[in-house]
Nanobody, 116 residues
Framework: VQLQASGGGEVQAGGSLRLSCAAS????????MGWFRQAPGKEREFVVQ????????YYADSVKGRFTASRDNAKNTVYLQMNSLKPEDTAVYFC??????????WGQGTLVTVSS
């Protein structure tokens, strides 16, 4: 499975961005996809997981109510709509996919910069 993330950029605090992650290859092996982020000097952290079969989601508390994940099965793509962005959301965002409780496949990161 190959994952291609896109949509990062620079935005002012309070603004919005939408990230996309397109999957290709053996996508039938994916049970869920997720977004993670890594801020400068910090460890990578979980943002959201979305189940491929029914679109159910699980969010980190830090983004709950501001970020929304969705998927388009026909396009093998997941999206992350990020609203009310804060400077602390600045990070490289990664998409990942996996099954059986493990993220096996990782895409390259896309940088999100939120200025105050």
């Amino acid at each position: 499975v190959q994952l291609q993330a896109s949509g990062g950029g620079e935005v002012q605090a309070g603004g919005s961005l939408r990230l996309s992650c397109a999957a290709s290859g053996r996508t039938e092996s994916m049970a869920f996809m997720g977004w993670f982020r890594q801020a400068p000097g910090k460890e990578r952290e979980f943002v959201v997981q979305i189940r491929w079969s029914d679109g159910s989601t699980y969010y980190a508390d830090s983004v709950k109510g501001r970020f929304t994940a969705s998927r388009d099965n026909a396009k093998n793509t997941v999206y992350l709509q990020m609203n009310s962005l804060k400077p602390e959301d600045t990070a490289v965002y990664f998409c990942a996919a996996g099954s059986s409780g493990t993220y096996t496949y990782w895409g390259q990161g896309t940088l999100v910069t939120v200025s105050s």
